[in-house]
């Protein structure tokens, strides 16, 4: 989609160890899982648990709006995992702002996004809303739709406080900048053809009871309440995964008697950790398991807290992401005692998954909390130079640090 479609980013991702990062003892707080049910049998030893749960939204499930059809405006695969449908209008400041979330959406997630506008039209509290909608339905008989979506978005400015009058006239001197013949726009902007489809885009509004603009859907699935880049990235990244996730717990393969040893590659450096499968058999079982299907490959370091640790592990980058089986901690008697202990991120005991951290200071308030399953061996110094971010403080994010690849020696 050009410009608004191609050109516009806003990063972010939420995260695991919230409270933890504070020198204060406190029980982790959880994060959201969808309601994971975890079985009340015992767990034989070196298992794991299948998470029991519908991990993503289907498309198109229980959608309170049509499906898409071929009369739709949408760009993307067709066949892509995440459907993102808007009903909004063009002269909303709602809906700039939603272009360029969808923007960012579409470059971060790229092939994995199917999006859908849908025009709508609210005359009452726009006065040129007629004329834009007109404008893209016009547009589209010379197959310029998203040029002029890109038109109308890329320059809201230059037109959302003109008098309808004006706003025709800067149609017409700005369109054939966007590759649209003006003459033949606006003699079709006057056409039945228009008018019908912007009576559909009228109509709309009172059939779906549209509260507020803009109108988003997420694979049928209405997001009510947070329509910002960073909770839709999040929605979209956690249905993704799902593409990704093991409906199996993986083979016990480790062998305790060895020495493991994992060398995660970043762009500022390798951090080398010898693992303990004697001490957390179930852990490092997972980790080499994890890192040999490639799990971890490109996986960002979302949180990176200065003085405290460096967490990773969720190719969602949300913080929320697991790889659809949990296991349970392994008490032993490694602690957060010194720097570069490296341990089992979870969202409540026997909640393990594939999210870690690795420690910069001392941590005893997490003892009891957390598995310990390894020590940096060297890149400590490394790790401590990856992309400071803390999603608890909302905001922008920087673009996180990401695993090039793990790569596991075994003695």
Known sequence: MKKILYSLLF????????SCAKEQEATPTPYILLNPVIPDTPTPEYTCQVINMIPTALPNEQSLVPPVSSE???IG???APVTLMEYCDFQSQGCLIMAETVA??????????RFVFRPISV???????????LAAFAADEQGKFWEMYDLLFVKHDEWVNLSPGEFKS???REASGAGIEAGQLAEAMKADEAANRLKSAEEAVTQYSIPALPLVFINGALQQYFLDYQSLNDTVGLILLGQ??????PPFNVDVSKQYV?????AKGNIVIQLFPDKAPLAVNSFLFLAREGWYDGVTFHRVIPGFAAQAGDPSGTGRGNPGYFFNNEPNDLTFAKPGMVAMANSGFDTNGSQFFITFAPATNLNGYYTIFGQVLSGLDVAEQLTPRDPSQGGYLPAGDAIIHITIEEK
């Open 123 to 133: 005359p009452e509290d726009f006065d040129k809303s007629d004329d834009a909608a």
């Open 244 to 249: 990704k996730q093991f409906t199996q717990c």
């Open 72 to 74: 739709d405006y949408s």
């Open 262 to 266: 994992a060398t995660i590659e970043t």
């Open 170 to 172: 800067w149609l017409s």
């Open 104 to 113: 960012g959406l579409m470059s971060n997630y790229q092939g994995g996004i």
């Open 77 to 79: 695969p067709d066949n």
């Open 11 to 18: 990063l972010g991702v939420t995260f695991l160890l919230a």
